[in-house]
């Protein structure tokens, strides 16, 4: 429960006589492209909380978590898997790949984890073996125009979704239902597969076969994920929501077509978890102290050759490679413009910057304070087709050429370091309370 001046900051700010003194919710999200770091902040503020959901998006993304355990990379799972006193949630906004989960339950459970708790919704839908398949037709059949997809057979799941094709893990749980609504989706995805991709078309049986035995191996981990998470609200349960990617991906919000299937936005956590949106507290967005991202799609602050090489190999834990993919991310220098729509769209009450130690090796350091776009100066992130013309408005600020890791107090950090923080929280018009100085959990300064 919260403390008392947190309970009259929510009497006085909630005119509601009824209301009760509300638990603390809180959603960490992305402010930029994905990878911003957000597994470590999730798993070091997991430790404080007793539920951690995952709302959106599937096995597509990964984050990184470093803890007594070692390192890992955990594609579905929710970031409270490595904590024994925390309820893991899998959203039904979630692309559900069965057989992903319990790979990736494995991979911990044989390196000495104890297996996570984890209530799946009944309502999530499951992604197929074809979805994928799909995925990689398309991704074929688009050749050099592609979108740089992970493969992971996203697209074609939330197409399904919303197209009603889709099967839930409720109806995956009685065979006649799971038959049937193959048997519907089969009709659709065979005339693509014969007339479009020229692919042999889908095996009703066999499918039927293999997913009702997936869904019976997870069945005791699935339950009412919204109604678990309503009581839970009243029980003055601490929750934290995780998404994935960012709010440049997201699908109205991003920089379309090169966005994700599912909204990595705090708005959309009470949709994709099932919970109250007047229960939120706190949206925590996260960030990096330069940008990174993977796959295609226009990115203004992009650098190339050995400047970019460089900051590639420091970046992260072991150089800025995908979680999931192992491809090289794309580097440039921090991107104010992004990062204040980024949080701004969040609704982000508070945010963190993570791979602060990364810079420590430049002597000057660049921030992209506005876009050129038409010879005008704009500081208004702009859609897409604007985006593609944009050029960077840089300042050039003094690095501060010091290890800085180990340090954990702002006031140890080099002036020349704060500056560069305190001009960012500036230009972002969000407070940045976490500064992250290495990835492991251990390794925050907190403002
Ligand atoms: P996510 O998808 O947002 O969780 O991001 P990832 O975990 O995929 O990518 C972030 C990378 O940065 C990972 O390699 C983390 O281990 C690493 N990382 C996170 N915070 C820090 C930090 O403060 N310093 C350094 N050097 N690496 C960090």
Known sequence: MMGSSAEEKNANNRNCTQRK?????RAIVGANWGDEGKGKITDMLAENSDIVIR????ANAGHTIINNYGKFALHL????????????????GVALDIEALLAEIKTLTDRGVPAPHLLISDRVQVLMEYHVAFDCYEEERLGKASFGSTKSGIAPFYGDKYMKIGVQLCQMLDKDILRQRLTNAAKLKNAMLDNLYHK???????????????????EPMVGDVAQ???KAVKEGKRILLEGQLGTLRDPDHGIFPFTTSSSPLAGF????????????????AVTKAYSSCVGAGPFTTELFGDEAEELRKRGGDAGEYGAKTGRPRRVGWFDAVATRYGCMVQGATDCVMTNLDVLGYLDEIKVCVAYEIDGKQVRDFPVTPLLDKAKPV?????????????????EELPEKCRQYVEFIEKEIECPLTMLSNGPKRDEIIYR
């Open 21 to 25: 003194v509300l638990p603390m919710i």
């Open 55 to 58: 709302f959106q998006g599937g």
């Open 77 to 92: 799972l929710p970031s409270g898997a490595c904590h024994q006193h925390v309820l893991n949630v899998i959203g039904p």
């Open 200 to 218: 042999p078309e889908l095996d009703v049986d066999a499918l039927t076969e293999k997913y009702y035995a997936l869904a019976k191996q997870i």
């Open 228 to 230: 678990y998470l309503h």
């Open 269 to 284: 956590g009470a949709v994709g978890a099932g919970l109250p949106l007047t229960a939120f507290e706190e949206v925590i």
């Open 394 to 410: 840089y300042v050039t600020l003094p690095g501060w050429k010091q290890d800085i890791r180990g340090l954990t107090k702002y």
